[in-house]
């Protein structure tokens, strides 16, 4: 199967700082990405659509200042959480659409 | 716009016994498919079984099935067999306008 990479798999980062994670389709193109999020024992929360060449689609609540979302190719796609807080910890999950959504394995972000 | 409930958070089965995990949705899609995804403590979400909504016949996969009810909106996952590696958080869901929707998920645990 298709396979969808994310860097990096685990951060940590001081208050204030901006943290960026990538998401990659390795062996195909995705014109379409998406940014989910996800807490301990919850289910993914779909934060945004991420479209090639264009911007991204944000989901009624996400920040788009605070999150946001480049996707500057058909294999590559980033999430930069600006100024970072505590409550910005969490799980930060990738798809790319090729025929059917395929998930990178996640970042664990943790704001000290 | 489409929602997704499961309504069992945790469920436990005996090795190489059987469980069935429940899902019921709602939707306002004409062509639409539902699926099955399991994350286990790796927190990689993995498909387990797809089901195209036009299609009558339930959707198999080796030791996993579906009961799709489309008229009662059901959509419950049989796991045949269970074995230690099943043992993860499951997720029900179904698309919409290109997005995945998904349930609150089950947790399964398996006894050996």
């Known amino acids: 199967g298709a396979v969808v990479s994310q860097h990096p798999s685990w951060v940590i980062c001081k208050s204030g700082t901006s943290v960026k994670i990538e998401c990659r389709s390795l062996?195909?193109?995705?014109?379409?990405m998406f940014w989910y999020r996800q807490f301990p024992k919850q289910s993914l929360m779909l934060m945004a659509t991420s479209n090639e060449g264009s911007k991204a689609t944000y989901e009624q609540g996400v920040e788009k200042d605070k999150f946001l979302i480049n996707h500057a190719s058909l294999t590559l796609s980033t999430l930069t959480v600006t100024s970072a807080h505590p409550e910005d910890s969490s799980f930060y999950i990738c798809?790319?659409?090729?025929?059917?959504?395929?998930f990178g394995p996640g970042t664990r972000l943790t704001v000290l | 716009a489409q929602t997704v409930t499961q309504s069992q958070p945790e469920m436990s089965v005996q090795e190489a016994e059987t469980v069935t995990l429940s899902c019921t949705y709602d939707t306002s899609e004409s062509d639409y498919y539902l699926f099955w995804y399991k994350q286990p403590p790796s927190r990689q979400m993995i498909l387990v079984i797809r089901q195209e909504a036009y299609k009558q016949q339930n959707a198999t996969e080796n030791r996993f099935s579906v009961n799709f009810q489309k008229a009662a909106k059901s959509f419950s996952l049989k796991i045949s067999d269970s074995q230690l590696g099943d043992a993860a958080m499951y997720f029900c869901?179904?698309?919409?306008?290109?997005?995945?929707?998904f349930g609150q998920g089950t947790e399964l645990s398996v006894k050996p």
């Open positions: 062996d195909f193109q995705a014109t379409t």
């Open positions: 798809s790319a659409r090729g025929g059917e959504q395929f």
């Open positions: 869901g179904g698309n919409q306008g290109g997005k995945l929707i």
